[in-house]
């Protein structure tokens, strides 16, 4: 089968009804048909906070940890009380991930382009009084340094549109938190002064609703003059185009960020660890997860908290330090 299209929850439900078939054929038990089924459709419920964001082949090992900590949540909603800490029991837990843990398997080894997430169940462990906890991938401060200069060189260069307009995608995501989705519907009608220094972007956002991300005007000057100046954008034009002249898709600016991070010497794929890095950076800095859940445009601070766990010893390493922060433009 194909792994996917251009609908993250479509393909998963797609998925989901070629595993029951699957599981069914293999005479599965129905106590464990109806718990199988149960646990993927709550983790497609899950996975719409991040149906704007990613498709199947971005799904990460935070996902799932996020998921059984979002499973958390759902059933303190419901009154559920807690136990020890918790209010879902490690082997609720256990059978849930099993359960998600087979989908994914089957993802693994039906999918037409051979990719596999076995992988990131390895390293989840859930103790008896804790969430598990999933890595979280972002970038280095010096991946960022290597990166800012690969766009900096590629538009000293070329000078041409490409140039111009692959910066300023990799810095909305990088320096807005914007989404991959948000990223490629911008306008300049939709960028404007909010204060001296800063930049507000009004983004089209899931749910269908419009709301603004923020931006150092710094890191986006150069590339804005470009497009009103040289390029002489129309306002209401997008600004990620292909040099045909069409509106650019997500594959297409996958490809152009996976060339980006290859001459960067940056080690990781996808568009989505660029919003991963403001979310890290700007807990590094010790801004409120409030305040980083209104940055993201999260709708729950459940999905938020996720960069609060990670570990001081490797936020120091792999985020920029503030006093060094002009290095990233």
């Known amino acids: 089968m194909k792994l996917e299209t251009d609908d993250l929850i479509a393909d998963l439900n797609r998925w989901h009804k070629a595993y029951i078939r699957h599981i069914k054929a293999l005479s599965y038990s129905n106590n464990t048909l109806e718990l199988y089924n149960r646990a993927i459709l709550q983790f497609i419920e899950y996975m719409h906070e991040y149906q704007e964001d990613i498709m199947i082949v971005g799904i990460r090992a935070h996902h799932f940890t996020g998921f059984l900590g979002w499973m958390e949540e759902q059933a ?75 766009l900096e060189r590629q538009k000293s260069k070329s000078g041409d549109y490409g140039s111009y307009r692959d910066s300023l995608l990799i810095r909305l995501m990088l320096f807005a938190g914007l989404r991959i989705s948000e990223a490629l519907g911008v306008k300049l009608s939709d960028i404007s002064r ?15 609703i419009f709301q603004e991300a923020h931006i150092d005007s710094r890191k986006i000057e150069d590339e804005l003059e470009y497009f009103k100046k040289v390029a002489a954008l129309a306002p209401d034009e997008y600004i990620m185009q292909t040099r045909s002249g069409k509106r650019m898709t997500r594959q297409g600016a996958y490809q152009v960020a996976s060339t980006l991070y290859r001459h960067a010497g940056v080690r990781h794929d996808g568009l989505h660890i660029l919003r991963h890095t403001f979310a890290m950076w700007m807990t590094s800095r010790g801004v409120d997860l409030v305040d ?24 120091i390493k792999a985020v920029l330090d503030p006093a060094k922060e002009e290095k990233w433009a």
Do not use: M
Request: no cysteine; glycine share 4%.
């Open 76 to 150: 303190e909603k419901q009154g559920k009380s807690a136990l020890n800490g918790n209010i879902l029991s490690k082997s609720t837990k256990e059978t849930y991930l099993k359960a998600v843990k087979a989908f994914f398997t089957f993802i693994s080894d039906n999918n037409d382009e051979l990719v596999t997430f076995e992988r990131f169940f390895k390293n989840i462990r859930i103790a008896n009084d804790t969430k598990p906890e999933g890595k979280i991938d972002y970038l280095t401060t010096q991946e960022v340094s290597s990166l800012i200069s690969v």
């Open 194 to 208: 909010s204060s001296d220094d800063t930049f507000a972007i009004k983004v089209f956002a899931k749910g269908g």
């Open 292 to 315: 980083i859940k209104d940055a993201l445009r999260h709708s729950s601070i459940t999905t938020t908290t996720v960069y609060a766990k990670a570990t001081k010893e490797s936020v």
